[in-house]
T-cell receptor
């Protein structure tokens, strides 16, 4: 079993829909990171959180430490949100362990 | 303030050659991480460096791979005698100085796509 599991693997939505991507992990962590990777492109850090909830624009990330679970929400999705979203957990040794990613496609 | 820079962006090597990948961290960042993304696979940690020190290289293959982050200049990931299985995207990330027990956001470079013929 992978230390970091994301669901769904693939997600297709219509423009304007509310999107949720889930991440579960099985180890103790010091922080959880959400990253965005566009096809053929680089990686952008969206959030780093260790408790509660963070919001940037239309993106919201939450984490429940007791349940070892995090969610990434996108409100009013747009085709430019189409990308791979990656959850990564950071252990006490500062290493990141990554999920396999969720491929999001938002159709106009 | 330039972001993390990597060069080259694309590198083609023949089997048996050496590949050198460079990473210049963001200004003021003293921590560098290297990650590898194999085709159709997720990102994997390779090595974590501070200036002149390797902090954690537990993700590095035991042979042919080495990394350094000298006092001056970029961090270098070096792959000797490349094989086809080394074809991947190699990303570096940097973060500012860590205080014990804290986490820092990592800022990623655009990656180097290595193709081994």
């Amino acid at each position: 079993k992978n230390e970091v599991e994301q669901s769904p693997q693939n997600l297709t939505a219509q423009e304007g829909e509310f999107i949720t991507i889930n991440c579960s992990y099985s180890v103790g962590i010091s922080a959880l990171h959400w990253l965005q990777q566009h096809p053929g492109g680089g990686i952008v850090s969206l959030f780093m959180l260790s408790s509660g909830k963070k919001k940037h624009g239309r993106l919201i990330a939450t984490i429940n430490i007791q349940e070892k679970h995090s969610s990434l929400h996108i409100t009013a999705s747009h085709p430019r949100d189409s990308a791979v979203y990656i959850c990564a957990v950071e252990g006490s040794n500062y290493k990141l362990t990554f999920g396999k990613g969720t491929l999001l496609t938002v159709n106009p | 303030n330039a972001g993390v820079m990597q060069n080259p962006r694309h590198l083609v090597r023949r089997r048996g050659q050496e590949a050198r990948l460079r990473c210049s961290p963001m200004k003021g960042h003293s921590h560098v991480y290297w990650y590898r993304q194999l085709p159709e696979e997720g990102l994997k940690f390779m090595v974590y460096l501070q200036k002149e020190n390797i902090i954690d290289e537990s993700g590095m293959p035991k042979e042919r791979f080495s990394a350094e982050f000298p006092k001056e200049g970029p961090s270098i990931l070096r792959i000797q005698q490349v094989v086809r299985g080394d074809s991947a995207a190699y990303f570096c990330a940097s973060s500012p100085r860590r205080w014990q027990g804290t986490s820092n956001e990592q800022f990623f470079g655009p990656g180097t796509r290595l193709t081994v013929l």
